[in-house]
C-alpha cells in the first residue's frame, strides 16, 4: 500500500474532568523528524512516545502538540520522592561547589517530572495520554492511506501514458534507416552530384547508429515495469520511485538528444512532461 506523506489527525479523550487533544501533522521530508509539543508535567514521556512514532512510519516530519484542557481548573501535586532525591543532589552540589548559584523555588518546580497532574493515579493517566496519543497516530496513518490511494491512481495513469508513447515512438522509428537514405538521397539530388552505392549505404549505417534509439526505448520499457513493480511490492515506497523517475528522465534526454524525426523529437518532451509528473506525486509518498 502507498502512503502519503502529508496528513493530518485529531483526538481527545475525557479523563477525570480533564479532555486530553492530541493534534497530529505530517508533511513531506526525506527522512522521519518527529518534533513534540507537551505539557511540562508530561515531557519525560517524550522517549517513549517517539518510540511509538517510529515503529509505525518511515518518512515525513510530524509534529505532535499534546493539550490538556481542562475547565474545572484541575489539581497538580508535588512528587515529592523526585524533589528530595533534587535536594539531595542539589545540597552535594552546593558542598562540592559553594560558589553555584540554587535554583529558585519555580525552577525547581519546573524540573521534568517535579510536578504532577493530580488527576487520580498519575500512571493511568499517562496511560490515557498514551492511549489517545496512538488513536491519533491511527487516524493519521488512515489519512495517509487515502491520500496515497489517490496518488497511487495518478501514477498509474501516468506510467500508462509513458508505455503509450514509448511504443508509439518504437513504431515510428522502426523504419528509420529507410528514412535516413530517402533524407540523404534526397539532398545528394538536390546538389546534383553522384555517389555510389556503396558509399551511400555506408554513411546511411552510420547516420542509422547514431540515431538509433532503441536502446532508450528498451530501457523505458524496464524502468516502467520497475516502477509498476515498486508500486506493487512492500514499502516503504519514495525513495525507490524517486531512483526509477531519475532513470526515466535520463533515457528521455537521451532519446530527445538523438531524435532525428520530428515524431520521436515531441514523443521526448511529452515523455519529459509525463516523467515530471510522477516525480512531483513520489514527493509525497513515505
Not at 525552577?107 to 497532574?117: F, H, K, N, S, T
Not at 552510420?206 to 536502446?215: G, P, S
Amino acid at each position: 500500500m502507498i502512503y502519503s506523506m502529508t496528513a493530518f489527525a485529531r483526538t481527545q479523550l475525557d479523563y477525570e474532568g480533564a479532555t486530553i487533544v492530541w493534534e497530529l501533522r505530517s508533511v513531506n521530508n526525506r527522512y522521519l523528524d518527529t518534533s513534540f509539543r507537551l505539557p511540562e508535567t508530561l515531557r519525560q514521556h517524550e522517549p517513549v512516545l517517539r518510540e511509538i512514532v517510529r515503529k509505525r512510519l518511515k518518512r515525513g516530519k510530524l509534529d505532535c502538540t499534546l493539550r490538556i484542557d481542562d475547565s474545572s481548573g484541575g489539581a497538580f501535586v508535588i512528587n515529592r520522592p523526585l524533589l528530595v532525591q533534587l535536594l539531595a543532589t542539589l545540597e552535594q552540589l552546593r558542598r562540592d561547589s559553594p560558589e553555584s548559584t540554587p535554583p529558585t523555588p519555580m525552577e525547581l518546580l519546573r524540573w521534568p517530572g517535579v510536578m504532577m497532574d493530580g488527576r487520580g493515579d498519575p500512571e493511568v493517566f499517562v496511560a490515557n495520554v498514551k492511549q489517545a496519543f496512538e488513536q491519533a497516530l491511527d487516524e493519521l496513518i488512515a489519512h495517509r492511506a487515502r491520500e496515497g490511494a489517490g496518488i497511487e491512481a495518478v501514477l498509474q495513469e501516468q506510467l500508462a501514458d509513458i508505455e503509450r508513447i514509448t511504443a508509439e515512438a518504437r513504431t515510428g522509428t522502426a523504419d528509420l534507416t529507410q528514412e535516413l537514405q530517402q533524407r540523404l538521397q534526397q539532398r545528394i539530388s538536390a546538389l546534383s552530384v553522384e555517389l555510389e552505392p556503396q558509399r551511400l549505404a555506408q554513411e546511411v549505417a552510420l547516420l542509422a547508429q547514431k540515431a538509433d534509439v532503441a536502446e532508450e526505448l528498451d530501457r523505458l520499457s524496464i524502468q516502467t515495469a520497475e516502477a509498476h513493480n515498486a508500486l506493487q511490492g512492500p514499502g516503504p515506497h519514495g525513495r525507490r520511485l524517486d531512483f526509477v523517475t531519475q532513470e526515466l528522465n535520463r533515457e528521455a534526454n537521451t532519446l530527445g538528444a538523438k531524435a532525428v524525426l520530428a515524431g520521436t523529437a515531441k514523443q521526448a518532451v511529452d515523455l519529459k512532461v509525463a516523467i515530471e509528473q510522477i516525480r512531483e506525486q513520489v514527493q509525497n509518498i513515505e
